[in-house]
């Protein structure tokens, strides 16, 4: 029997970790189906960055309320997830609480202080579903969330609350067994919060017991790795790559857009012809700008798997608070879903996309979202992980610009302005300094 | 009083303390001309040595970059570079905040390094090494002004204190708004919207700034850009306050607080 659970226990591990392997090797793959950048420079700053952004929650601070809940699930997952470690090695030894005779009194501290961390997180994510639900946070219900990204949050929130009530359960029934003297359930020191609960339990049986301490733990091991497999699929993902997003965020001034050199040799060629190199017919006419997923730099697809659509960025864009549509979120969540799309075309094709006929600018976010942006950046100094919706933004409006001429009709006007009159309005260059000589007669 | 080109410096054999920038807004638009013209007044008041480019001067091709033509923004830079560097232009202060990101950031890549300064913190310099001297209880002493950060200052290149500063010296009462420095919202023209008509929503997105400003009680709104002077002004019109409250450059504050 217990040679059985033995096996199943590693079955269960084994699967868990074969598709969170599978499917993060294909997000992998996905971030590098973008254009290369190279984000190597000043790694001091970057570390910096990802130990005050990821590690530390630096932003979070901005908004105090959720920063200290998220930063008690936040380290209740992580410093919980210690007595994982414990249970994988119990499942697979067939062993019962291995570490508590090598630790002592040790181990029941660590277990309370995780049960003390069960009970926050417990809370944290209660708080966060009446958020979201019953006081409905503006920037937890807007329309992007619609369906899936909605239910995604809760689920995530409700997966919690169940695990730490698996975990503390499982620990209840496990004190009223020891003081029962079953076999196989090692004497500690009663854990903080479960020995306040063990009067529940009390009445049962010591099998009915048994069953509840049994069923705690394999529920709880296979929510955990059943969790662990939902991850890649989920905005959760942040979890993970908040730190590489962090290491990589942008180290310029925000106010800084990147330079084209394809276009800046172009500018130099046409003044200077006999800069320019031999005419080479087979390189093949590059596109300007980005017209779907693939034309983006990695780190713009890595910031689309980072994002955990908390929505402030959209909460601080002034075209959003002034009812446009463009939400930056948006622009994040469309970027991975057609990124998602994209790798599972690639899957279905052999390893080669098939073209689809559809593209990230237009089937998914549309002119008028990213004309209504000012480049103010503030969703870029919002983002807690370093995510730059405002480059992909740059990037779609270049390709639109460029390539499709689409601009609207004002802008054409400025265009032409800027080209003739070297200013955006109509005025003649040589009224440039009218002002000067009007502060000359004065 | 006689403001002197590059080409005058140079045709003489000398060269300036710094450049003025003037930017297309600084010398087209009647509005921005004001403050183009108070910030004149005080370089030439407290003796800084300044040279304007004049007809030299083109668009720093802003508003074709951000609007994503980024061929337009090329010639440009491409043109102002060469004039630049042809006069060895080494310091550079402008009152524009567009102008300031395009030229410290952006041009470099591209081979026109120069020293950048916005208007604010070297009008802070000035006070700081006492060349602007300020009159005892000017006209903002003691009252109630806000200052609007504009994006390409502060979020765009983190200055947020130098502008502060000089209202402090200006001894007025500041009261910021509810966004503020890194918060601070956008007065809506950036992004090349200031040469289009917004995209349909709720409301304008200077209204939304200017109702803000409105809010705090302050008689002054202080700006740092010509851009948002204009938005601003029309969202305080739009709340029919353009009597009781005034939207004014940190330069045109400075100019009409000089001590004799």
């Not at chain 1, 952004?53 to 380290?75: C, D, E, N, R, S």
């Not at chain 1, 463009?326 to 052999?350: A, C, F, Q, W, Y």
């Not at chain 2, 080109?5 to 004001?34: H, I, T």
């Not at chain 2, 740092?224 to 019109?237: A, I, S």
Request: glycine share 8%; proline share 4%; net charge neutral.
């Amino acid at each position: 029997m217990q040679v059985i659970q033995q096996i199943f226990f590693i079955l269960c591990v084994g699967v868990a970790v074969y598709f969170f392997s599978k499917k993060v090797g294909e997000i992998r793959r996905n971030i590098k189906l973008g254009k290369d950048e190279d984000l190597s420079n000043e790694p001091g700053a970057r570390w910096r960055n990802m130990v005050l952004m990821a590690l530390g929650q630096k932003k979070m601070f901005k908004k105090p309320i959720p920063a200290v809940l998220h930063f008690a699930v936040y380290a209740g997952f992580i410093i919980i997830n210690i007595e994982i470690l414990e249970i994988i090695l119990d499942g697979v030894l067939g062993k019962h609480r291995l570490f508590a005779p090598m630790l002592g009194g040790l181990y029941s501290f660590l277990v309370g202080f995780f049960e003390v961390l069960a009970v926050l997180v417990w809370l944290a994510c209660a708080v966060f579903l009446v958020r979201r639900n019953v006081l409905k946070v503006k920037r937890l219900n807007q329309h992007e969330l619609d369906g899936w990204p909605k239910n995604d949050a809760n689920l995530i929130l409700s997966t919690e609350i169940v695990l730490m009530t698996l975990f503390l359960m499982m620990n209840t029934a496990d004190l009223v067994l020891q003081t029962r003297g079953v076999a196989h359930y090692t004497i500690t020191e009663p854990f903080w919060i479960s020995q306040n609960f063990t009067g529940l339990f009390e009445g049962l049986s010591t099998g009915t017991l048994i069953a509840i301490e049994r069923t705690g733990w394999w529920l709880h091991i296979i929510g955990v790795l059943g969790f662990m497999v939902y991850l890649p699929y989920s905005k959760h993902l942040h979890i993970v790559l908040a730190f590489p997003n962090a290491y990589y965020t942008r180290l310029q001034p925000k106010g800084e857009m990147d330079n084209m050199k394809a276009i800046q040799n172009e500018v130099l060629y046409m003044m200077q012809p006999e800069l320019a190199p031999p005419a080479d017919a087979a390189a093949a006419p590059q596109g300007f700008g980005a017209k779907d997923v693939k034309d983006l730099s990695w780190k713009n697809l890595l910031d689309a798997y980072s994002c955990t659509e908390c929505g402030r960025c959209t909460a601080a864009c002034p075209a959003n608070i002034t009812g446009k549509k463009l939400s930056p979120r948006k622009i994040m969540m469309d970027t991975r879903d057609r990124l998602e799309e994209v790798g599972r075309n690639i899957n279905k094709n052999k390893g080669q996309f098939v073209d689809d006929g559809k593209t990230l600018v237009h089937d998914y976010i549309t002119t008028e979202e990213l004309r209504a942006c000012t480049t103010c950046q503030a969703c870029v100094e919002a983002c807690p992980v370093g995510i730059e919706p405002l480059d992909i933004i740059h990037e779609l409006r270049r390709y639109l610009v460029m390539e499709e001429s689409n601009s609207p009709q004002e802008w054409n006007m400025m265009f032409g302005n800027i080209e003739n009159n070297m200013a955006p309005w109509k005025f003649s260059p040589d009224e440039r300094d009218k002002w000067a000589e009007e502060m000359a007669n004065a | 009083m006689h403001i002197k080109s590059m080409a005058e410096y140079a045709a003489n054999g000398e060269s300036p303390e710094v450049l003025f920038w003037v930017g297309c807004a600084g010398s087209f638009d009647q509005r921005a001309q004001r403050i183009t013209k108070a910030f004149a007044q005080i370089l030439d008041k407290v003796g800084v040595k300044f040279a304007i480019l004049g007809k030299e001067e083109m668009c720093t091709g802003d508003p074709a970059r951000r609007a994503g033509n980024e061929f337009l923004f090329q010639m440009m830079a491409y043109n102002n570079i060469q004039t630049l560097n042809m006069y060895g232009v080494q310091k550079i202060v402008t009152a524009c905040p567009h102008c300031f990101n395009i030229l410290k950031n952006e041009y470099p890549p591209l081979g026109g390094t120069y020293e950048v300064i916005h208007h604010t913190t070297f009008l802070q310099q000035l006070i700081n090494d006492g060349r602007v001297r300020l009159k005892e209880g000017g006209d903002f002493k003691g009252k109630k002004i806000t200052y609007h950060d504009s994006c390409y200052l502060g979020r765009g290149n983190n200055i947020y204190e130098a502008p502060r500063e000089v209202l402090k010296a200006l001894d007025v009462e500041l009261v910021e708004m509810k966004r503020c420095r890194t918060n601070g919202l956008c007065c809506g023209a950036g992004g090349a919207q200031m040469f289009k008509e917004d995209e349909p929503g709720n409301t304008r997105i200077n209204f939304e700034r200017s109702s803000e400003a409105l809010e705090t009680g302050a008689t002054v709104i202080a700006a740092n850009c010509p851009f948002c002077t204009t938005m601003l002004m029309d969202g305080v019109k739009n709340k029919e306050k353009e009597d009781s409250v005034m939207v004014l450059d940190i330069a045109e504050m400075v100019a009409r607080s000089l001590a004799d």
